[in-house]
């Protein structure tokens, strides 16, 4: 018998989905350290839903990924995105050496519990 169909909790939301292209383009095209902006979104409350499309996408990209974003006005009324993507060691190893080793004094923790 076949297997159904995968459970919706699953699927990645829409953002995921519409950053993951954005995601891959640049990785695939510019690769680590460049900068690559996405214009013409119409409001903020879409930009910053954008945004946690971005960082999502990066997530599950394969390798995986950080993302640094920056939302700001495009000048006509839009917002745009601004986004570079790091390899997730070498941010991991900036944060180690910028904040020390200890968990408790870096500004995120990501294995503490909510």
């Known amino acids: 018998m076949p297997r159904g169909p995968a459970p919706s909790w699953t699927n990645a939301a829409e953002h995921t989905k519409w950053a993951r292209r954005y995601v891959e383009a640049a990785f695939r095209q510019l690769g680590y350290g ?15 839903l954008c945004r ?10 394969k390798p995986q ?7 700001e006005p495009d000048g006509n009324g839009a917002w745009r995105i601004k986004f ?7 941010a991991r190893a900036y ?11 870096w500004p995120y923790n990501p294995r503490a519990g909510s």
């Open 34 to 48: 460049a900068q690559m902006t996405i214009p013409g979104i119409p409001n903020r409350d879409r930009a910053v």
């Open 52 to 61: 946690r499309g971005l960082h999502n996408a990066a997530r599950l990209h």
């Open 65 to 71: 990924l950080s993302v640094s974003t920056e939302i």
């Open 84 to 90: 570079v993507l790091h390899d997730k060691k070498a």
């Open 95 to 105: 944060i180690v050496q910028k904040h020390g080793p200890d968990r408790q004094r």
